[in-house]
T-cell receptor
Framework: DTEVTQTPKHLVMGMTNKKSLKCEQHMGHRAMYWYKQKAKKPPELMFVYSYEKLSINESVPSRFSPECPNSSLLNLHLHALQPEDSALYLC???????????FGSGTRLTVV | AQRVTQPEKLLSVFKGAPVELKCNYSYSGSPELFWYVQYSRQRLQLLLRHISRESIKGFTADLNKGETSFHLKKPFAQEEDSAMYYCALTAQGGSEKLVFGKGTKLTVNP
């Protein structure tokens, strides 16, 4: 298995909802990432997990809460989001940074 | 701070013509540089790593530390090369923070 799998592919949620995005990889990669990508913009780093521990938080609002239950899974819990949080949320993983990252196809989130 | 600059937002060439997508970086240490490509309706995927000095799909990129550049080149562009290309940088030695340039949209016309 050489892929990063993200579910769901699309999500529409209200501003008072709580939802979660899921990411899974079985490549034995030790680092996993969440990126946010707005239309026609490059991906922006949100969080980095290294060996299941949060190592980088790019000053992301607390309405986004990451979780790494094990070395293969990464979740992003969403609560009280704003319409401007609508974007494509990408998950990625890597064995070591110099090998490059493997990206999932993303979850397209719309906040209404 | 890490910074990646891709000066061309759009680049249009004809099939068979050479293509060069420019990338300049700013980083005080030793960088690891990459090119990623995003074809229409497909996921972002790694194209090249500077450390491997490889050629993928006819593309090459050379790290020039003096000019702090990592330009992507292909001698004969194909229509299937049309995509969004991102240059990206991470710090050598273990930092896991990958920073992207703003991207160049390449269109190869028939």
């Amino acid at each position: 298995d050489t892929e990063v799998t993200q579910t769901p592919k699309h999500l529409v949620m209200g501003m008072t909802n709580k939802k979660s995005l899921k990411c899974e990889q079985h490549m034995g990669h030790r680092a996993m990432y969440w990126y946010k990508q707005k239309a026609k913009k490059p991906p922006e780093l949100m969080f980095v997990y290294s060996y299941e521990k949060l190592s980088i938080n790019e000053s992301v609002p607390s309405r986004f809460s990451p979780e790494c239950p094990n070395s293969s899974l990464l979740n992003l819990h969403l609560h009280a989001l704003q319409p401007e949080d609508s974007a494509l949320y990408l998950c990625a993983s890597s064995l070591r940074s110099y090998y490059g990252y493997t990206f999932g196809s993303g979850t397209r989130l719309t906040v209404v | 701070a890490q910074r990646v600059t891709q000066p061309e937002k759009l680049l249009s060439v004809f099939k068979g013509a050479p293509v060069e997508l420019k990338c300049n970086y700013s980083y005080s240490g030793s960088p690891e540089l990459f090119w990623y490509v995003q074809y229409s309706r497909q996921r972002l995927q790694l194209l090249l790593r500077h450390i491997s000095r490889e050629s993928i799909k006819g593309f090459t990129a050379d790290l020039n530390k003096g000019e702090t550049s990592f330009h992507l080149k292909k001698p004969f562009a194909q229509e299937e090369d049309s995509a969004m290309y991102y240059c990206a940088l991470t710090a050598q030695g273990g930092s896991e923070k990958l920073v992207f340039g703003k991207g160049t949209k390449l269109t190869v016309n028939p």
